[in-house]
Each structure stands twice: as C-alpha cells, then as structure tokens.
C-alpha cells in the first residue's frame, strides 16, 4: 500500500537558520505533491504543490524540490521565523482522477527565537 | 479556512450515541471529504464525495456515515458502531479544476 514518511521527531533550529523537512514515499508514482501547514487545533492550509517534472518550486522563503527517482521531497524554509513554527504536512495524489490524496504524518517544527 | 464552516468546535458524545458533526462551504467547490487525525497518525480518509447524491468510502469508514443531499453540505454521522471515536474531524474541500484542498476549522469529538 501506499506509505508516506515524514520526520516524527520535532525540529527545532535557530531563528534565522533554514529548516528542511523531509518527506518519502513508497509504492506509487504520484504526478504531483503538496505541502501544507498546520497549526495546533487548526486545520491544514496550503502552501505549494510541485508536479512530477519539475525539480524544485519556490514561494518566498519557501522551496520544494521532488526527487522522483528517490521518492523523496525536501521543503525548506529559509530565514526562519518563530512564526513559522508549526507543524508541515506533505500529501500524494493517489489516484488520478478523483482528487484522493494520502498524507503523511506531519512534522513538528519550533524555530526558537 | 476559507469558506468552510465546521460546527460544533468541540462535541461530546455519550457511548452508545450517534452524533452528527456538520460541514458547510460556500467554494461553489464539488469535491467534499472527511477526515479524521489523530496524535501522531497524520490525516486518514473516512469518506469523500465528488458530487451531490454520490459518496464513497475512504480507508476508515467503519462505524461512519455520510451524506450528500447538497452541493454545499457533507455531514458526518458518527455512530454507537464506532468504538474509539475521540480525534480531531476535518472536512475539506476540492475544486474540480484545481488540485489543493481546502480544510475546514475542525471539530474536536470527545467520548464521556
């Protein structure tokens, strides 16, 4: 079945520094991936999604890469800030066609001021 | 959170009981979905629907019911069938022609 891992350990870094978020995948080749935040007690918001031929995506501090022959993707956030502390899911399309998407487990990040 | 609206924010059910947690959008969008989180297990799919009158299950939904009558409501029905119901409900949305979800404010249900 269709598996996607995410850092279940929280990130903590310094303010300033860059954070980067993993995210892997077993058993499908989706043709694209989204990142998404979420705060506590709050429900996830969007924030990029990279198609299975592009090799990075950027958005402000933010950027994507996706590794297909890995089955992996990276998501940095460059110049970090408390604010961005949250947690960052990421999610695979899983089947084309009817917008059914798996997400992973999510991972913690702290940016300590 | 957009135009989605989850109420109540926080539910509590009794065993034995059914509750109904609701989800209403204004996105115009066609593609409606329920999922549940819990701790450290990330977001499963309970049920989605793509269109009015149909819905189908996701990986979780037994002890679950659903339906579609409208475009603009996906209310989730938690029944005396479903044995650990406690998590955080969210309802999300999908434009036919986009490709991102849209997630609603949630609701949290709690067993007495």
């Known amino acids: 079945s269709q598996k996607i891992e995410q850092n279940s350990e929280a990130l903590n870094i310094q303010e300033g520094k860059t954070a980067t978020l993993t995210c892997n995948y077993t058993?499908?080749?989706?043709?694209?991936l989204q990142w998404y935040r979420q705060d506590p007690g709050r429900g996830p918001v969007f924030l990029l999604l990279i198609r299975e031929n592009e090799k990075e995506k950027r958005k402000e501090r933010l950027k994507v890469t996706f590794d297909t022959t890995l089955k992996q993707s990276l998501f940095h956030i460059t110049a970090s800030q408390p604010a961005d502390s949250a947690t960052y899911l990421c999610?695979?399309?899983?089947?084309?066609?009817?917008?059914?998407?798996?997400f992973g487990t999510g991972t913690r990040l702290k940016v300590l001021a | 959170d957009g135009g989605i609206t989850q109420s109540p924010k926080y539910l509590f059910r009794k065993e034995g009981q059914n509750v109904t947690l609701s989800c209403e959008q204004n996105?115009?969008?066609?593609?409606m979905y329920w999922y549940r989180q819990d701790p450290g297990q990330g977001l499963r799919l309970i049920y989605y629907?793509?269109?009015?009158?149909?819905?189908q299950k996701g990986d979780i939904a037994e002890g679950y019911s659903v339906s579609r009558e409208k475009k603009e409501s996906f209310p989730l029905t938690v029944t005396s069938a479903q044995k650990n119901p406690t998590a955080f409900y969210l309802c999300a949305t999908h434009p036919t022609s986009g490709k991102t979800q849209y997630f609603g404010p949630g609701t949290r249900l709690l067993v007495l």
């Open positions: 058993n499908y080749s989706p043709a694209y």
């Open positions: 629907s793509q269109i009015v009158n149909d819905f």
């Open positions: 999610a695979l399309d899983i089947t084309s066609g009817t917008y059914k998407y798996i």
């Open positions: 996105l115009n969008h066609d593609a």
